[in-house]
């Protein structure tokens, strides 16, 4: 049988179908048993699969529970839709499927450890700028609330955040919201798969990034890097690159705060909110 060879840098849809193929064949299923399973015909899935149709969430979701893939095909979707930060969705949906994740970020908490006050906070002031309109801001919002399910799998990846001082004192969205973030990092921090350091203000040299960036390593031990500029997101494949933002990396951890050092100035810091 003639296949039609897919393209999945063509575009997200070619990219969400070339995913969906992909997932589908590994599950050994036909279009036929696929549609059987989750409801839909096998024209419709040969057409998604091919980019003549966009999905919709409802078949996302369904397909991931169908495939096992996670939120892989969930988070590809929000690509389809374009989402308000182009480039992330791609991202996103690596992010679902990887085995542990590093983050770096330089002045607030990770989007995966974020409060839903705290993210709306953020989301709010961006729309106050005038940086993105109030429907984009509750699609980032919806799009966070799909991702942050990644830690609550039975089978979590592994989460090592390293967070610069200055994003656990800025109290972002007031007091109140700043304490509830404060005590959702220490709850988090007790699970076995998140490990939450500080880089604090002592440190002698500068942290080795300027920006935010993650490492997303997968079952097969390859690593993807991911870093932003003010209006999209970049995925990093280049080896030379990744390689040298994990030397990096590796240093910062090292000169970070101990875990328990961390959760004691995040303790610290929450008791000074008045």
Request: hydrophobic share 40%; glycine share 6%; no cysteine.
């Amino acid at each position: 049988m003639n296949r039609k060879k897919l393209d999945p840098a063509k575009s997200a849809a070619a990219a969400f179908g070339a995913q969906l193929r992909s997932s589908r064949d590994a599950a050994n299923l036909t279009q036929d048993g696929l549609g059987i399973v989750i409801g839909y015909s096998s024209t419709y899935i040969s057409a998604i699969e091919v980019g003549r149709r966009s999905p919709s969430l409802k078949f996302a979701k369904a397909a991931d529970r169908a495939l096992d893939t996670g939120q892989t095909l969930e988070l590809m979707w929000w690509g389809v839709k374009r989402s308000a930060l182009p480039g992330f969705p791609e991202h996103a949906a690596q992010e679902a499927r990887s085995t542990k994740i590093r983050v770096f970020e330089p002045s607030i908490i990770p989007g995966l450890l974020q409060t839903p006050a705290y993210a709306a906070a953020h989301a709010s002031a961006s729309v106050r700028r005038g940086s993105i309109t109030q429907p984009e801001a509750d699609e980032r919002l919806t799009f966070l609330a799909a991702r942050q399910k990644l830690l609550k799998r039975a089978k979590a990846p592994l989460m090592h955040a390293v967070i610069d001082e200055s994003g656990i004192r800025r109290r972002t969205g007031g007091i109140e919201v700043m304490r509830a973030q404060l005590d959702h990092l220490v709850t988090m921090a007790a699970r076995p798969h998140v490990v939450l350091q500080v880089a604090p203000f002592s440190l002698i040299d500068p942290v080795p990034f300027s920006g935010f960036v993650t490492l997303l390593t997968f079952a097969d031990r390859t690593v993807n890097g991911y870093t932003e500029s003010a209006d999209r997101g970049f995925v990093i494949r280049d080896p030379d690159t990744v390689a040298s933002w994990e030397r990096a990396y590796d240093r910062l951890q090292v000169e970070a705060l101990s875990m328990t050092a961390t959760l004691d100035l995040i303790r610290e810091t929450r008791r000074d909110l008045t």
